[in-house]
C-alpha cells in the first residue's frame, strides 16, 4: 500500500463527522430549489481519486454556484465505493477522502450533502457473491443487477447506506440503477413465488405465455418490497435521513406513490432532451411530493466520437425554464475530472445557471397549475405492453410525447394526468386529451366517460381507444385496426399519419369532422378520420389514427395544424398568443397571483450532429390574450418587476410582451 494511501486511511479513520454545533442549519429536500449533481463512478482502474479536492475549490464553487444541495458520488455502477470502508470493496485509487472534505464545507454553508449511490447495479458485490445475482432467463446469472428476492439489500445496500451517512453525517442519497435497470428475475425464489401466486410451474418468457402479466407484477411488488426494507432501515437507524429511488413514480414507473421515499427525481439525458424534460416535469408536478428533475450538463459521447460534448449555459437554461415553470426543483449533472477538480469554466457556467433558476424561484417554486389541458399518461398501457417491469420504454412514450409537443407548440397550457390520479382530477380540466396508448384499462375508460358525461370535453386519439369507445362514440368499426397511409389536409399542406387506424362509419349522432385520405391527393378516396359525438352533457371527439406517435416521429407542422383544429372544435383556452409555435406556456397560480410562464423553445437541440445550443434567438411583440374575472391591478414581467401596459375589456386582458429572450413569467395581480 502506498506511503500516501497509509497516511489517508489513517487520517480517515480517526476523522470525525462535523460537529453539528460548527454547522449552518441546512434545508430539507422540500424546501430546496437548485442543486447539482457530481458523480465519478469509481471503478478499480482509478489512481487518483480526491486528489484535487480542496477546501478552497470547493469555497470558489459554493460562492458562485450558491447551490441549496450538492450530489456527490460514493458509489457507482461499478460498484466500487468512492472512500474507505469497513463494509464493502472500494476504489484502490483513493488519494484523498473527497466526502470527508466535501462534508467539512458545505456544513459551513448550511448546504445539504446528499450522495450518489448506484443501488442494485453493483457487479463487484455479484463478482463477491454470485449467488446474489439475478437470474436471467436461460439460467445463468447477471453480472450486473443484484436479485430483489436475495439477501443483498440487508447485508449489503443498507449497511453501506448506513456506515456513510454515519461516518460524514449526510443529508440524504439519491439511489441509482433502480427501478429503470430492474429486469425479472428468473432464480429459484421467484419461480417459488409465482407458483405460490399462480400455480404455474413454468416462468414465462414473453408476452402471451401463461401468467406473463403476473410475472412482470410479481417482480415490479418485489422491488417495491426492495426499496421499502431500505428506505425504513435508513428512516429509523438515520432520523431525518432523506432518499430517493431514482425515477420511482416518475414516466418509468408510473404507479401512485405509496412508498415513503423522501422526494422524486430522475436524470434525464440524451437527444431532444427539451422534449423529455417538458414530459417528465409535468408528470411529476401531477404527484404531489416533493421533486425536482435531473439534467445532464453534457452529451454523453454515444452520439458522437468527439467524447463528451458540453452543453452552454444558455442550452441548460432554455431546459431549466420548462422544468421549473412546473413548481418544481432542478439539478445540473456535471463530472468533476477523476482527480475530483472541478474546472473554473465548468462553475462560471454552473453560476449563470444557478442565477437564472434563482432569479425564478419566488415566481416558480411550488406555484400551482391553473387546469386548462389534461393529458392522460396510461401507466396501465404501459405495464401491459412494455415487455418489462418498468422503463426505460423508450418509443412507448411516444404517444404521451409526441401529442404533448403538439399541443404545447399550438400554446396550449396542458397537465399531464397519471392514470391512478384521473378520476379525481378530471373534473377540473375544460378538456382531457387521451393519447394513441394502445391499452388505457377499463378503468381509465369508465372515468373517461363519465367526466364527458358530467359535461367534460374529451378528445381521444388512436385506431385502440376508437375501438375500445365505439359503442359511446356511435361509430360502427369496418374491421380491425390496421397499419395504413394516411394523409389530412392541414395547414398548408398534408399531414402525414402513417401508422394504424381504425377504418369507421359514423352512425346516429356521431358527426365526422375530418377525412383522410390514401395518397396526398385531397379529391378522391377518403375515408372518416373523426367524428364529434354528444355524450350526455358533454362530447368527445375521437380521431381513429396515430396523432401522437405521428407528431412524435417527423414534429411535422401539418400534424400540429390538424391538432389545433381537433382541439379547437371543442376547447376555448383561457390564453391566446400571436407568437411562433416555440413559444411554450404555462398557465399558474402563485404569490396570490395568475403567473403566465412563457419560455423560448427556439433552437432547441433535436439533432444528434447538433449538440450544443450557444445562442437562442429572442422572439419579439408576443402579442398575448388571457381571460380574467376582472381587471388586473396590475400585470409586471417577471422576475425583472417590469409594469407591461395592456388593457381590460368583456373579460379579456390583452398586451403585447416586447421581448421574450428564454423565459419570462407575467404575474397578473388580481
Known amino acids: 500500500m502506498p506511503a500516501t494511501r497509509r497516511q489517508f486511511l489513517s487520517i480517515a479513520a480517526a476523522a470525525a463527522a462535523p460537529s453539528r454545533a460548527r454547522q449552518a442549519a ?9 442543486g447539482v449533481h457530481f458523480d465519478l463512478h469509481p471503478n478499480r482502474t482509478d489512481t487518483v481519486l480526491g486528489r484535487d479536492v480542496t477546501e478552497e475549490m470547493i469555497e470558489a464553487f459554493l460562492k458562485a454556484v450558491q447551490p ?93 447506506l448506513q456506515e456513510a451517512a454515519e461516518k460524514y453525517d449526510l443529508d440524504g442519497a439519491w439511489v441509482d440503477g433502480e427501478c429503470w435497470h430492474v429486469k425479472p428475475d428468473y432464480g429459484p425464489s421467484a419461480a417459488r413465488a409465482f407458483h405460490e401466486a399462480t400455480g404455474i410451474d413454468k416462468l414465462p418468457l414473453a408476452a402471451g405465455d401463461p401468467g406473463w402479466q403476473e410475472f412482470l407484477e410479481l417482480n415490479r411488488e418485489q422491488f417495491r418490497r426492495y426499496v421499502r426494507r431500505y428506505v425504513e432501515a435508513l428512516h429509523r437507524t438515520r432520523p431525518g435521513f432523506e432518499i430517493c429511488s431514482n425515477w420511482l413514480y416518475t414516466t418509468m414507473s408510473p404507479e401512485k406513490p405509496e412508498l415513503e421515499v423522501d422526494f ?48 452552454p449555459a444558455v442550452q441548460m437554461m432554455q431546459e431549466a425554464a420548462v422544468t421549473l415553470a412546473q413548481g418544481g426543483a432542478f439539478q445540473i449533472y456535471y463530472q468533476p475530472s477523476r482527480a475530483g477538480r472541478i474546472d473554473e469554466r465548468h462553475i462560471r457556467v454552473m453560476a449563470r445557471i444557478s442565477a437564472f433558476c434563482r432569479a425564478r424561484r419566488p415566481w416558480c417554486f411550488r406555484s400551482q397549475t391553473v387546469p386548462q389541458v389534461g393529458l392522460l399518461f396510461s401507466g396501465h398501457s404501459l405495464y401491459r405492453t412494455g415487455g418489462r417491469p418498468f422503463g426505460a420504454w423508450g ?47 377499463e378503468e381509465a ?55 394504424l387506424w381504425l377504418k369507421v362509419r359514423p352512425e346516429g ?81 402563485g404569490k396570490g397571483r395568475l403567473l403566465l410562464s412563457l419560455a423560448n423553445c427556439a433552437a432547441k437541440q433535436v439533432g444528434a450532429e447538433h449538440l450544443a445550443v450557444d445562442w437562442i434567438p429572442p422572439l419579439t411583440s408576443l402579442r398575448i390574450a388571457v381571460r380574467t374575472e376582472r381587471p388586473p391591478r396590475g400585470v409586471t414581467v417577471e422576475p425583472e418587476g417590469r409594469p407591461l401596459r395592456g388593457a381590460w375589456r368583456n373579460g379579456v386582458w390583452r398586451g403585447v410582451l416586447p421581448r421574450l429572450e428564454i423565459h419570462s413569467i407575467l404575474a397578473f395581480d388580481l
Do not use: M
Open 68 to 160: 441549496d444541495f450538492v450530489q456527490y458520488d460514493c458509489k457507482g455502477v461499478p460498484g466500487y465505493l468512492g472512500y474507505a470502508s469497513k463494509i464493502a470493496p472500494y476504489s484502490p485509487g483513493i488519494v484523498r477522502d473527497s466526502l470527508e472534505i466535501w462534508r467539512r464545507v458545505t456544513a459551513r454553508h448550511g448546504i445539504g450533502l446528499y450522495i450518489h449511490f448506484a443501488g442494485l447495479w453493483d457487479p463487484v458485490a455479484i463478482q463477491q457473491h454470485p449467488e446474489w445475482a439475478r437470474v436471467r432467463p436461460d439460467g445463468t446469472p447477471d453480472p450486473d443487477q443484484n436479485s430483489t428476492f436475495g439477501p443483498y439489500v440487508d447485508l449489503r445496500l443498507i449497511p453501506t
Open 509 to 589: 349522432v356521431a358527426q365526422a369532422v375530418e377525412q383522410r385520405h390514401p395518397i396526398f391527393d385531397s379529391g378522391r378516396d377518403a375515408e372518416c378520420a373523426a367524428t364529434l359525438t354528444p355524450l350526455g352533457k358533454g362530447k368527445v371527439l375521437a380521431f381513429y389514427g396515430p396523432l401522437g406517435s405521428a407528431f412524435a416521429a417527423a414534429h411535422s407542422p401539418s400534424v400540429r395544424h390538424l391538432v389545433r383544429r381537433l382541439a379547437g372544435r371543442i376547447f376555448e383556452p383561457a390564453v391566446t398568443i400571436d407568437a411562433p409555435p416555440v413559444v411554450e406556456v404555462a398557465l399558474r397560480r
Open 395 to 441: 418509443a412507448l412514450h411516444n404517444p404521451a410525447r409526441g401529442l404533448l409537443d403538439a399541443l404545447l407548440e399550438n400554446h396550449y397550457s396542458v397537465d399531464v394526468i397519471p392514470d391512478w390520479k384521473l378520476e379525481a382530477a378530471a373534473p377540473r380540466y375544460p378538456l382531457i386529451v387521451v393519447p394513441d396508448w394502445p391499452d388505457i384499462g
Open 26 to 34: 441546512r434545508r430539507k429536500r422540500k424546501d430546496c430549489f437548485f
Open 445 to 499: 375508460e369508465a372515468a373517461l366517460l363519465r367526466y364527458a358525461r358530467q359535461g367534460g370535453s374529451l378528445l381521444l386519439a388512436g385506431a385502440e381507444n376508437g375501438a375500445r369507445f365505439a359503442p359511446e362514440l356511435s361509430i360502427r368499426p369496418l374491421g380491425p385496426p390496421s397499419d395504413t397511409d394516411a394523409y389530412i389536409p392541414a395547414g398548408e399542406l398534408f399531414a402525414s399519419l402513417r401508422g
Open 264 to 311: 422524486l427525481s430522475g436524470d434525464y439525458l440524451g437527444n431532444a432532451a427539451l422534449s423529455t424534460a417538458r414530459l417528465d416535469a409535468r408528470y411529476l408536478a401531477a404527484t404531489d411530493r416533493t421533486w425536482d428533475l435531473l439534467a445532464w450538463g453534457f452529451q454523453s459521447a454515444r452520439y458522437n466520437r468527439s467524447g463528451p460534448v458540453h452543453k
